[in-house]
């Protein structure tokens, strides 16, 4: 199977890493890529938003499947262009990526499917934020109804920031506080009501230390999710996935690819936070590195319409722990073009591995850093404490002015 995997990041690393564990892929492609990932892929420079030219590239190299990593393609309908021009595809139609696009379509879809989430409401005025501020009160969760990379969301006991915030959308998701851990849940589908769950993960948001700071993309994950109460992985199906995936169908609009709860466990059960039609970067990069069934007929089921919902799936016991490397800055101003050094010396801690998520090679050939976060630092283990040594270990070896790391990430699994 030709595979061509779409996206630039620390994700769409990790998928070509299981890919190429996997005997059946026998021709890895990768647009745009990135340096980590041209060591196992061969990378094309396409802009990974354009449907045309990903479809065209794909028909150029005469690949099997394509693999759209980031959310921007989906909602752009990358994926429509591929299937147009009679490539598989996974990943969702922008009609149906729309349940990650919009907050509003979102909160719509979930309150028709019954689905738990925190209570909310859409404004598109200043009297109609004022009057839901008010409803559900402080903590104010306040989330642009766009896409927004992460950024489109305050969590915030100020009410002026609150409103702020709000004046600078033109619609706007205001909601009830969840408290709780969160965690993500990956559901691949196949565009009929069938799924199947893989591993839990859990993903550190804030940018620093003891969940403080601002929201990211994430600086850290692992799996498995030890703490969470028995039977909770085995009521998620029937709780946030299936009704969603009928909701969507009845819609018109069938899902398939990865449809990703992002769950918080409170006090009155599992709440849905948002979901997502992707994988989560960097929780997918623990999962995979703790999946052992092969990863490419998973992927080519989803696209065309084959998955088995009752597939067994194997699964390493141990803990995979991912800590993300961040550039000086990050999440408000990161520096792009600091050099890196140390990647080879990590990359050999015995049970470590390092991905490349925002990195390039500059004029002289030197590892630069190119974006927020730059680099993930994988580590697996028999136990959290190892795998977290293990990760913490390998980290000290890289060496970039700056750096923006977290010290805790998996502490919460002692
Ligand atoms: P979202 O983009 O909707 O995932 O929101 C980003 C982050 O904001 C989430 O991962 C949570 O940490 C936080 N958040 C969003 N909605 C809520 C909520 N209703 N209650 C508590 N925290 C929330
Ligand atoms: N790490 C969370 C996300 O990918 O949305």
Redesign the pocket.
């Known amino acids: 199977m030709k595979i061509l995997v779409v996206g630039p990041g620390g994700r769409e690393h990790a998928i070509i890493k299981a890919l190429s564990r996997d005997p059946e892929a026998t021709a890895l492609h990768a647009a745009p890529g990135n340096p980590g990932i041209a060591v196992l892929a061969q990378c094309h420079p396409v802009d990974v938003c354009d449907g045309a030219a990903v479809a065209a590239l794909a028909v150029e190299l005469g690949v099997d499947l394509v693999v759209i990593g980031p959310e921007a393609p989906l909602i752009a309908g990358v994926a429509d262009a591929v299937r147009a021009r009679g490539v598989a595809c996974f990943g969702p139609t922008e009609a149906a990526a729309r349940i990650e696009g919009s907050?509003a379509f979102a909160k719509d879809v979930m309150a028709a499917a019954g689905v738990p989430?925190?209570r909310?409401r859409t404004c598109t005025s200043t009297v109609e934020v004022e009057a839901a501020l008010t409803e559900f009160g402080s903590?104010y969760?306040v989330?642009d109804d766009g896409l927004?990379a992460?950024k489109?969301?305050?969590?915030t006991d100020d009410i002026d920031q609150a409103r702020a915030h709000a004046a600078g959308c033109d619609r706007v998701v205001i909601?009830?506080?969840?408290?709780g851990p969160?965690f993500s849940a990956f559901a691949l589908c196949d565009g009929s009501t069938r799924s199947v769950l893989l591993a839990l993960a859990r993903?550190h948001?804030?940018a620093y230390d003891g969940d403080l700071g601002p929201?990211t993309g994430g600086m850290g994950a692992y799996s498995p999710v030890s703490w969470l109460p028995a039977g909770v992985e085995d009521t998620l199906a029937a709780t946030v996935v299936d009704p969603v995936l009928a909701e969507l169908e009845k819609r018109g609009t069938p899902f398939s690819g990865v449809l990703f709860p992002?769950l918080?466990l409170t006090t009155d059960g599992v709440?849905v936070?948002?979901y997502?039609a992707r994988f989560g970067d960097p929780e997918i990069q623990v999962v995979l590195e703790r999946l052992e069934t092969p990863l490419a007929g998973l992927l080519m089921a989803c696209a065309t319409g084959t998955l088995k919902s009752d597939v067994a799936l194997d699964w390493s016991g141990d803990t995979a722990l991912n800590i993300v490397i961040a550039s000086d800055g990050y999440p408000t101003d990161p520096v792009a073009g600091d050099t890196i050094t140390g990647l080879d010396a990590a990359g050999s801690v015995e049970g470590a591995h390092i991905l490349h998520a925002g990195t390039a090679y500059n004029d002289t050939g030197e590892l630069v850093a190119a974006g927020g976060r730059l680099l993930n630092v994988v580590a697996r283990a028999s136990t959290p404490e190892l795998a977290r040594a293990t990760a913490y270990e390998a980290l000290a070896h890289v060496e970039l002015r700056g750096k923006v790391v977290r010290s805790d990430i998996g502490q919460d699994l002692a």
């Open positions: 907050k989430t925190a909310s903590p969760v989330k927004a992460g489109g969301v305050i969590v909601e009830e506080y969840l408290a969160e993903d948001k804030r929201n992002g918080v709440k936070i948002e997502n």
